[in-house]
T-cell receptor, first 110, second 113 residues
Framework: GENVEQHPSTLSVQEGDSAVIKCTYSDSASNYFPWYKQELGKRPQLIIDIRSNVGEKKDQRIAVTLNKTAKHFSLHITETQPEDSAVYFCAASIMYDMRFGAGTRLTVKP | ETGVTQTPRHLVMGMTNKKSLKCEQHLGHNAMYWYKQSAKKPLELMFVYSLEERVENNSVPSRFSPECPNSSHLFLHLHTLQPEDSALYLC????????????FGPGTRLTVL
């Protein structure tokens, strides 16, 4: 089955800096890659996603890149703000089988 | 945030108890999921239902029993659980069982004594 590795497990940045979280997946058939943000005590919420026929997608300060050959994808957050502090999960999906990374705890220091 | 709701939000039970978790989605979706979220571990997919039919059981112990009476409701029946089953149980739904965006409920924080 699919295996998703996520790095780093914790990330601390200064407000205004950029943050990058990287994930690798094992099954080349995976074709959908969402990113979820989970604030403390709240549900995971989709922040951006990308499908395998696209290499990059951007939504304001958030961007995701996908390298199908290398089987890795990354989340980029620019101009970080304290409210970006949360746990971020990547996932890779084949059909209904979605496998998640272990999560990255991002702390943005004011 | 009322698209996917879960009750109860918190549950404490003994190892010999029987309880049920409930999930309801108001999004008109056809697929529903149960996930287990433990500390420092990835979200684990437990069960998938598509159009009320179970399509996946990721080797979950039989002490967890799902039920999907219709496309809007999903239950997780619990009996004779172990302390290591303590976790946050999340329900999610998506339009179809393919690679569609999954929307999560707020979760039930389960503690097994």
């Amino acid at each position: 089955g699919e295996n998703v590795e996520q790095h780093p497990s914790t990330l601390s940045v200064q407000e205004g800096d950029s943050a990058v979280i990287k994930c690798t997946y094992s099954d080349s058939a995976s074709n959908y890659f969402p990113w979820y943000k989970q604030e403390l005590g709240k549900r995971p919420q989709l922040i951006i996603d990308i499908r395998s026929n696209v290499g990059e997608k951007k939504d304001q300060r958030i961007a995701v890149t996908l390298n199908k050959t290398a089987k890795h994808f990354s989340l980029h957050i620019t101009e970080t703000q304290p409210e970006d502090s949360a746990v971020y999960f990547c996932a890779a999906s084949i059909m209904y089988d979605m496998r998640f990374g272990a999560g990255t705890r991002l702390t943005v220091k004011p | 945030e009322t698209g996917v709701t879960q009750t109860p939000r918190h549950l404490v039970m003994g190892m010999t108890n029987k309880k049920s978790l409930k999930c309801e989605q108001h999004l008109g979706h056809n697929a529903m999921y149960w996930y287990k979220q433990s500390a420092k571990k990835p979200l684990e997919l437990m069960f998938v239902y598509s159009l009320e039919e179970r399509v996946e059981n990721n080797s979950v112990p039989s002490r967890f029993s799902p039920e999907c009476p219709n496309s809007s409701h999903l239950f997780l029946h619990l009996h004779t659980l172990q302390p290591e089953d303590s976790a946050l149980y999340l329900c999610a739904s998506s339009q179809d069982r393919g690679t569609d965006t999954q929307y999560f409920g707020p979760g039930t924080r389960l503690t097994v004594l």
